[in-house]
């Protein structure tokens, strides 16, 4: 069955930096687009990053610009989410997901397989 798993999350000071990782296993998303999202209390899940199958192509919400960096390591079927100068306001529940497009989207919709979250806190 396929699943994607993430980890790295955690509580951290503001300022500092997280890697979420996000694991593949049970097939191989080599040719699909990976994306993470987040999701704060009371909050719709908004987009955050997502990756090509190639690693050639990135996107990013303007808010996480500058600030997070989105890479793949298709030997290990893994995507990372680098965070650095974390914000109180990046506190949310971080998922990955999978998508068949060929190009990296922001759109919930294109995403077919989705990992379960991992917690991220930024304290002040």
């Known amino acids: 069955q396929e699943q994607l798993v993430e980890s790295g999350g955690g509580l951290v000071q503001a300022g500092g930096s997280l890697r979420l990782s996000c694991a593949a296993s049970g097939r191989t998303f080599s040719n699909y687009v990976i994306g993470w999202f987040r999701q704060a209390p009371g909050k719709e899940r908004d987009f955050v990053a997502a990756i090509s199958w190639s690693g050639a192509s990135t996107r990013y919400a303007d808010s996480v610009k500058g600030r997070f960096t989105i890479t793949r390591d298709s030997a290990k079927n893994t995507v990372y989410l680098q965070m650095n100068s974390l914000k109180p306001e990046d506190t949310a529940v971080y998922s990955c997901?999978?998508?068949?497009?060929?190009?990296?989207?922001?759109?919930?919709?294109?995403?077919?397989?989705w990992g379960q979250g991992t917690q991220v806190t930024v304290s002040l």
């Open positions: 997901a999978a998508s068949r497009l060929a190009v990296p989207t922001n759109q919930r919709r294109h995403y077919d397989y």
